[in-house]
């Protein structure tokens, strides 16, 4: 593929990966740091994309340079996992999605700094779901323990701390979304034979 056909399909591929990550372009300049005007150029093809516009979008949703160009022949489906470390928790992203819902692996170390409840509060939605260790979780008044196989799931405003229980590691899911939306599994029911 020769560099004007990838510099010419950069517009229509930004608009609608914005599009499919349904983030809009005052969210993804803020993401960003590139003005909400430029970006909408880039969009329209009235910017010609240069390494210093393209490397923080490519950031933002969580992607190689050459996926967001599509230099490749075919996608690899697998979503990188990139560990991000801050004392005894490590999270892991599982989806590659800027806006809306985000999905991490968290492994909390068993450590001293996580032991003392720190209770905070932010705008958002979470679902937990423990699949390893026992985990303490204070949120408002409750101290409560999830085992694993058990689930949390509440409103971020809410002033929360989860850590170990126990001397023991654990591991758990989260699927967070800052706009508030409520996580719920819907099944169908079966018909009756």
Do not use: C
């Not at 990139?82 to 992203?93: D, F, H, Q, S, Y």
Request: charged letters at 25%; hydrophobic letters at 40%.
């Amino acid at each position: 593929m020769d560099v004007e056909t990838v510099l010419e399909a950069v517009g229509p591929r930004l608009r609608a990966l914005r599009g499919e990550q349904e983030v809009t372009l005052a969210g993804l300049a803020e993401q960003t740091g590139i003005s909400v005007s430029t970006l909408s150029r880039l969009e329209s093809g009235g910017r010609k994309p240069t390494l210093e516009l393209l490397l923080p979008i490519a950031r933002a949703y969580g992607m190689a340079l050459d996926e967001l160009l599509e230099t490749t022949t075919a996608a690899d489906p697998r979503v990188p996992q990139r560990a991000v470390t801050n004392g005894p928790l490590t999270m892991i992203p599982l989806s590659r999605r800027a806006g809306g819902l985000q999905a991490y692996k968290m492994i909390l170390a068993p450590g001293s700094q996580r032991r003392k409840p720190d209770p905070q509060s932010h705008e958002g939605y979470e679902w937990l779901y423990v699949l390893d260790g026992r985990l303490r979780m204070v949120l408002g008044d409750h101290d409560i323990v999830l085992e694993p196989g058990e689930v949390a799931e509440f409103d971020t405003r809410l002033p929360h701390w989860f850590g170990v229980a126990d001397a023991h590691r654990v591991e758990m899911l989260s699927i967070f979304s800052r706009e508030g939306e409520r996580m719920h599994t819907r099944a169908a029911s079966r018909p009756k034979e």
